[in-house]
């Protein structure tokens, strides 16, 4: 799986910065530009609010493991009590609209 993101990650580097071309974008600067124009993350310190096109999420984890990336993912840019908040939150709207919507007592988590 590693191997099949990297490469999808090279490969949209390539499509963005347009290195295959013959005016390429190599300067930080208008790289940056470009990654913020198609909200591409391709430096640790970056940040955006959307979701990252060159990842693959493939586990049914409500929120994201931070072990998996090498970079910190918007969920863990909060505080520790902030994401306690926001976990707690999430449960507790769920399961009062399992509740009360099918009567049963299953809670499921959506994404967020």
């Known amino acids: 799986m590693r191997k099949r ?13 347009r290195t295959n071309k013959s005016n390429p974008i190599t300067s ?3 790289r940056l530009v470009a990654g913020k124009r198609y909200h ?8 955006v609010n959307k979701p990252i ?10 929120l994201p493991n931070p ?19 926001i976990i707690c939150n999430v449960v507790e709207n769920t399961s009062t609209i399992d509740d009360s919507a099918t009567g049963s007592s299953t809670v499921t988590i959506p994404y967020i």
């Open 53 to 62: 096109k060159h990842l693959k999420y493939n586990k049914k984890s409500y």
């Open 67 to 85: 072990q998996d990336y090498k970079f910190r993912v918007p969920f863990f840019s909060f505080s520790s009590s902030t994401r306690g908040r």
């Open 5 to 17: 993101q990297e490469t999808r990650f090279k490969r949209h580097c390539r499509r963005i910065f």
């Open 40 to 47: 591409f993350l391709f430096l640790q310190s970056q940040f």
């Open 28 to 30: 930080l600067d208008d």
